[in-house]
């Protein structure tokens, strides 16, 4: 799988990763906080085929803003955990009313996910783990053969995801914390936002995990 973080220009939005199968070109975008030219240049470079998947890690709005364009422009499938895909249609859960409540334009989800569903892009399977604790209906995606877990607003390089926000849960957040550093091996970890790390690391360095997990 070649994996390339897009960058979108602005502090303020998610990281948003292009994943291409380098067999069929099939393709998904993970958290597309806004649809611009970067993220068209970053088609063009890769080499693409078809957009199948917007995967999205969870509903906030600096992780979907892009979405209604993208959809639009490619007629990718929109996929979302069943807890948040109401987001998709309401900036008061989302957190767009009070930030910037133009940007975001409805849209429905195509997929809804669940705990431990299997995704396809040619052969390579991505399979969804539920994450709750930013928000009810975060997940990270794991890609079996390289070994990377795209961990949304759920584990950063050295922290974790807020638990204060609409739909948080400090709890549930430590319990899937636990789900990711079970795991067996190492990863690499790709946050929504903040350079990327590695499980390995997180699991001896990262200090919520330290203080609230083991």
């Known amino acids: 799988m070649k994996i390339t973080r897009i960058d979108l220009g602005h502090e303020i939005f998610a990281n948003c990763y292009l994943l291409v199968d380098e067999k069929t070109g099939e393709s998904a975008i993970v958290d597309p906080a806004y649809f611009n030219d970067e993220i068209a240049d970053a088609f ?11 995967l999205l890690t969870h509903g906030h709005f600096d992780h979907i803003f ?18 948040d895909a109401d987001f998709l249609l309401d900036p008061e859960k989302s957190l767009a009313k009070n930030n ?4 975001q334009l409805p ?7 669940n705990d431990g569903d299997e995704l396809f892009l040619g052969e390579e399977k991505i399979t969804v783990v539920s ?3 930013h928000t009810m209906g975060s997940v990270c995606y794991i890609i079996d053969n390289d070994r990377v877990i795209v961990s949304g607003d759920t584990l950063f390089c050295m922290t974790a995801g807020r ?9 549930m957040m430590i319990d899937s914390l636990k789900k990711l550093i079970a ?25 919520y995990i330290r203080r609230m997990v083991k």
Not at 44 to 54: Q, T, V, W
Not at 107 to 112: N, P, S
Not at 163 to 171: F, H, I, K, R
Request: proline letters at 4%; zero cysteines; a negative charge.
């Open 66 to 83: 892009g979405v209604h364009g993208l959809k639009e422009a490619t007629g990718a499938q929109v996929v979302i955990h069943k807890d």
């Open 107 to 113: 849209v429905e989800a195509d997929i809804i996910l």
């Open 44 to 54: 063009d470079e890769a080499g693409m085929g078809e957009l199948k998947y917007i």
């Open 131 to 133: 994450t709750p604790g």
């Open 100 to 103: 910037f409540p133009e940007h």
């Open 183 to 207: 795991l067996e091996g190492d990863y690499r970890v790709l946050p929504g936002h903040n350079r990327e790390t590695t499980l390995d690391r997180e699991r001896t360095r990262n200090w």
């Open 163 to 171: 638990t204060d926000l609409y739909g948080g849960n400090e709890e």
